[in-house]
Structures are given as C-alpha cells and as structure tokens.
C-alpha cells in the first residue's frame, strides 16, 4: 500500500514563502515520487514542477524562478519550495509518485492572500 502525506500548506501573504512537504510510505521509494500539481477551484489539476530523466526538472512556466523541487532520498519525502507567492498560487497542491500507476496525496492548500 502506498500512501503520500502532503503538509506545509497554509495563508500567506503576496510575496511571502512556504515549504511543502510530501512525505512517502509504504512500497514506494524517492525515486517514485515524481512533484506537484495544483488545482484551483473551477480549473484542471495543472504541473507545477516534477522530475524527468536525467535527473532534471520541468517547472511551469508560471513558478519558474520562484518554486525550487527537491527530493530527500533518505527521508522518502519530496519538497516544494515556494518563494515569491502570488494570488494566482493559490490552489490545492498535490504530491505525485509513479510506480505502475499513479499515486496522489490528499492534497494541501495554499492560499495568498493579503
């Protein structure tokens, strides 16, 4: 059984920064856990950064500059580092990991907002 737990969401101010976490368990390694995606209210689950071969990284255009995607291999967990935080960020973020099929966290929400 896999299970992704996402966590750091919250309310933030335009500008400001948040971390998000994902944390993976179950028979699933780092090596699984592929990035994010958003969705807003009314709109479709969009990337916001995963993982590709050659250990490379496509970000949307929209956070380029602004979101970093990172991986802790020991600690099974995935990390999306949001700076600069825009009205157009919020959504409900979601951890994606890929082994056979896809698999989504429950999601976490951000909201900016002043």
């Known amino acids: 059984q896999v299970r992704l737990v996402e966590s750091g969401g919250g309310l933030v101010q335009p500008g400001g920064s948040l971390r998000l976490s994902c944390a993976a368990s179950?028979?699933?390694?780092?090596?699984?856990?592929m990035g994010w995606y958003r969705q807003s209210p009314g709109k479709q689950r969009e990337l916001v950064a995963i993982?590709?071969?050659?250990?490379?990284?496509n970000y949307a255009d929209s956070v380029k500059g602004r979101f970093t995607l990172s991986r802790d291999n020991a600690k099974n967990t995935v990390y999306l580092q949001m700076n600069s935080l825009k009205p157009e960020d919020t959504a409900v973020y979601y951890c994606?990991?890929?082994?056979?099929?896809?698999?989504w966290g429950q999601g976490t929400q951000v909201t900016v907002s002043s």
């Open positions: 994606n990991a890929f082994r056979g099929s896809a698999y």
């Open positions: 179950g028979s699933i390694s780092s090596s699984n856990l």
């Open positions: 993982f590709i071969s050659g250990g490379r990284i």
